[in-house]
């Protein structure tokens, strides 16, 4: 199946943000996400994608990337991190950044930039706001994955019923994360498959 990523389950909180998030109200309000297709051997690796030009190295271990003075609607983001044969990879690096709200980078500091390593089970889970849209980019997550002593994916998840996802260049379908309502917040899954067996 083409560029399948072993689905990852997104959920997205609206209320009454729904109208700045520019989401369909009909993406949001089912009570459960659909199903994750069921993996089997030989899924196409995660898509990879530009790091752009705001990554920054040594970014600051943590899950949570809420600080004082961060605004925005909470975003919780569930992933796991699987080979090609469906094996969970543990200690694996997962970097995340991205723009805050108004689609602006921290340059100078670490503001919703941080990393952390998956568990047993190759789960990671990030707490952060969903960040804004910017001048020809619709809203999206950077994020680079390494299992030890592998070469590092670098790309990026999108938020599914956003009105630039079509006018982006760079938008992939393969890395549009699941999403659900969850009482005011967004919750967001995705899984990342490695070229790895």
């Known amino acids: 199946m ?8 997104r959920r997205v909180v609206l209320g009454a943000a729904a109208a700045a998030f520019g989401l369909a109200d009909q993406a949001f309000t089912q009570a459960r996400l659909n199903p994750t297709p069921s993996c089997d051997d030989g899924d196409d690796p995660t ?16 899950s949570s990337l809420i600080e004082p003075g961060i ?8 992933g796991t991190v699987a080979t090609r044969s469906c094996a969970p990879v543990s200690g694996a690096l997962i970097d995340l950044w991205q723009a805050n ?17 998956t568990d047993a089970d190759g789960r990671f889970r990030f707490e952060t706001i969903v960040p804004g849209s ?20 670098t790309t990026q998840l999108y938020f599914p019923g956003e009105s630039l996802n079509a006018r ?5 379908s393969a890395l549009l994360m699941q999403t659900r ?3 005011g917040k967004i919750e967001a899954t995705y899984t990342i498959v490695l070229a790895m067996r």
């Open 71 to 78: 605004t925005g609607t909470r975003l919780t983001l569930d």
């Open 134 to 153: 910017y001048d020809g980019r619709t809203r999206h997550l950077h994020l680079r994955a390494q299992a030890a002593n592998r070469r590092i994916l």
């Open 2 to 9: 083409s560029h399948r990523v072993i689905a990852v389950s």
């Open 101 to 117: 709200a108004k689609g602006i980078y921290d340059n100078t500091g670490y503001r919703l930039r941080g990393h952390q390593f």
């Open 168 to 172: 982006d260049g760079l938008f992939n």
């Open 47 to 62: 898509p990879p994608q530009t790091a752009g030009p705001f990554f920054k190295p040594r970014s600051p271990q943590r």
């Open 181 to 183: 309502n969850a009482g």
